[in-house]
């Protein structure tokens, strides 16, 4: 990444906007053609907010999916999808998503919808004013985090075989992806970081390695690992070491870890990190309302260039902005990006 040191990124998901949200509960009351507005309308306000930060790599805020992994099941077929979560009131905690039956062969005979994303975001992308130089990037769970919602049965009796038979539905999205000309790709897979404290990491490396392999080289994969960001809620114990040295072993040209909410424990972690590919930091809060200024940013970004040079650093929020009012997401975007610029300019680049 040497062409564009302190990149600024994002996860992948941002905000919906409030009719948006209204929309998603009454489809019916809606015809094809309105959804299909709806859904070009709100890429083009996620696009908007994120272009106006000033951003270097952008998404389309993953605005026409339902959440990070449910809308992936409604292409698979096999799946029984539950349609109301076991749990509905009380405090925010992950037994209020649901959890789907696997009722037969897990197959995706029209894709996973990352390449219609990806195509809408092109279209919607390329008809409006931008700055040169401006990446755009889709964003797919791997397969190991894709298998966490999904209840075992005899025929794939655990986590581990139910992964196996994600992987290549997800590897055959990937080679689509590239195939549409998609410059970069976050498989994210935080499960694995969420739970590499109680499996072997070098398994869940050799899962994403052989996840990757086919699209290494052609598109700039990246991986995005948080601790679990449901109602801004983690879900594993938040400690990077039981990853690592394993981790390092990734096949992927960036790699993101979450600091900000973790008060940047176990910053030093970059450096090993950066030697082998970029690092993505963490350093916008998406859990807190608190909204980072420029200058807690500028010194956030000097932290982290004590661990890693700048031409192999990213810097980003935590994790994705679905969980964060979009008042709140629209200025941490803003005030991290000029932060960075602060220190941009300092170290006249």
């Known amino acids: ?39 070009d309308d709100a890429v083009i306000t996620a696009l908007h ?19 990070f ?13 539950e349609s109301v979560s076991p749990r509905r009131f009380g405090p925010p905690a992950h037994d209020q998503r649901g959890r789907h039956a696997v009722t037969g062969e897990l197959r995706a005979p029209r894709g996973l919808g ?60 990937l080679e689509s992806l590239v195939a549409a000309g998609c410059a970069e790709i976050s498989v994210d ?4 970081s969420c739970y590499a404290h109680k499996e072997d990491p070098r398994r869940l490396v050799e ?40 981790f390092l072993d990734f096949k992927c040209d960036e790699m993101h870890v979450e600091m900000a909410s973790r008060e940047f424990a176990e910053l030093e972690l970059i450096a090993p990190i950066a030697r082998r590919m970029d690092v993505a930091v963490g350093i916008v809060d998406v ?3 608190y909204i980072e200024t420029p200058q807690d940013i500028a010194d956030r970004v000097r932290r982290c260039l004590e661990h890693a040079p700048a031409d192999r650093l990213v810097l980003a929020p935590d994790c994705g902005l679905s969980q964060t009012a979009r008042w709140a997401a629209r200025q941490k975007l803003a005030n991290m990006v000029e932060g960075v610029k602060l220190v941009r300019r300092e170290l006249g680049i």
């Open 207 to 246: 899962v994403f390695n052989r996840t990757v392999e086919s699209v290494a080289g052609r598109t700039r994969v990246c991986t995005h690992l948080c601790f679990g960001n449901y109602k801004a809620r983690a879900v594993g114990p938040r400690h990077l070491a039981p990853m690592f040295p394993a």
């Open 114 to 173: 990352a390449v219609e994303e990806f195509k809408r975001l092109q279209k919607l992308f390329n008809a409006a004013n931008h700055p040169a130089g401006v990446t755009l990037k889709a964003s797919v769970p791997g397969p190991y985090t894709l298998s966490g919602r999904l209840i075992p049965n005899q025929q794939y009796p655990d986590r581990w075989t139910l992964t196996e038979a994600l992987l290549p539905l997800v590897r055959q999205e």
């Open 49 to 67: 907010d994120q272009l106006a930060a000033g951003l270097d790599v952008v998404t389309d805020g993953e605005q026409t999916r339902l959440d």
């Open 69 to 81: 992994n449910l809308s992936f099941y409604g292409y698979i077929t096999g799946i029984a999808l």
């Open 189 to 192: 897979e935080p499960s694995m």
């Open 1 to 39: 990444m040497k062409t564009n040191p302190l990149r600024t990124s994002v996860i992948g998901s941002y905000p919906f906007p409030g009719w948006l949200e209204f929309t998603a509960q009454h489809l019916t009351e809606f015809g094809a053609a309105d959804i299909a507005e709806a859904q």
């Open 287 to 289: 859990k807190s309302y």
